[in-house]
């Protein structure tokens, strides 16, 4: 089974990196590794914007664009900007090995 790289950094600056299967959400691999500030209290069904991650601009031009109902959750998000994603509509792939995302300041408090 291949691997992918992960790196969430906090609103404090501290960068944690992780290793997830591929196809499964980045939002997956935050629960599966304790990140703070990813809740994913949906269960990652797009319902909530409590997985909302910044993407590193490196990354962000390599994802496809969020279909309407991840656009419509990211109107609900916290301080949401132009490189929000909500991590549980982002599926891990060998392509996406070595993802940096952000979680935002008021998800992690």
Known sequence: ???TKVTFIDAKGQ???VDAPAGVSVADAALAHHIPGIEAD???FCA???CHV?????WFERLPPP???EAQMLDHAVDRRADSRLSCQLLLSPELDGITV???VRQYL
């Open 42 to 44: 949906c269960g990652g």
């Open 15 to 17: 960068s944690r990196t």
């Open 102 to 104: 952000h979680t935002p």
């Open 1 to 3: 089974m291949r691997l």
């Open 48 to 50: 909530c914007a409590t």
């Open 54 to 58: 910044y993407v590193d601009r490196a």
């Open 67 to 69: 279909e309407e109902l």
